[in-house]
């Protein structure tokens, strides 16, 4: 059983997208397709750094195709939200 505090709460999702939001995090200043390369690149470092922290590379594979999986569908799902708003 989780118990949140509202604080707690908003503080957490301010942190998150100050690292996972393309539009908050620093890279917010690139093109769109610069920030999508360079996301996609940091996807596949975390998850080489992630695979040798648990000590197998059998599962690499696997996972920088899932990071790269949830970022092609967030940048599309993003990029579709933003052109029903104009």
Same mark, same amino acid.
């Given at each position: 059983? &989780? #118990?949140? @505090?509202? %604080? $707690?709460?908003?503080?957490?999702? $301010? +942190? &998150?997208?100050? #690292? ?5 995090? !620093?890279?917010?200043?690139? !093109? ?5 390369? =360079?996301? +996609?690149? @940091? ?5 080489? /750094?992630? +695979?040798?922290? /648990? %000590?197998?590379?059998?599962?690499? %594979? !696997?996972?920088? #195709?899932?990071? @790269? @999986?949830?970022? #092609? %569908?967030?940048? =599309?799902?993003?990029? /579709? =939200?933003?052109?029903? $708003?104009?």
């Amino acid at each position: 059983m &989780y #118990i949140y @505090l509202k %604080g $707690e709460k908003i503080m957490f999702k $301010e +942190t &998150y997208a100050s #690292i996972m939001s393309s539009n908050a995090n !620093p890279l917010r200043h690139l !093109p769109k397709m610069v920030r999508f390369q =360079f996301m +996609t690149t @940091l996807a596949f470092m975390w998850s080489f /750094i992630f +695979t040798m922290w /648990i %000590g197998s590379m059998a599962f690499f %594979g !696997p996972s920088a #195709i899932a990071h @790269l @999986l949830v970022l #092609i %569908g967030v940048f =599309f799902t993003a990029d /579709i =939200f933003h052109k029903a $708003e104009k």
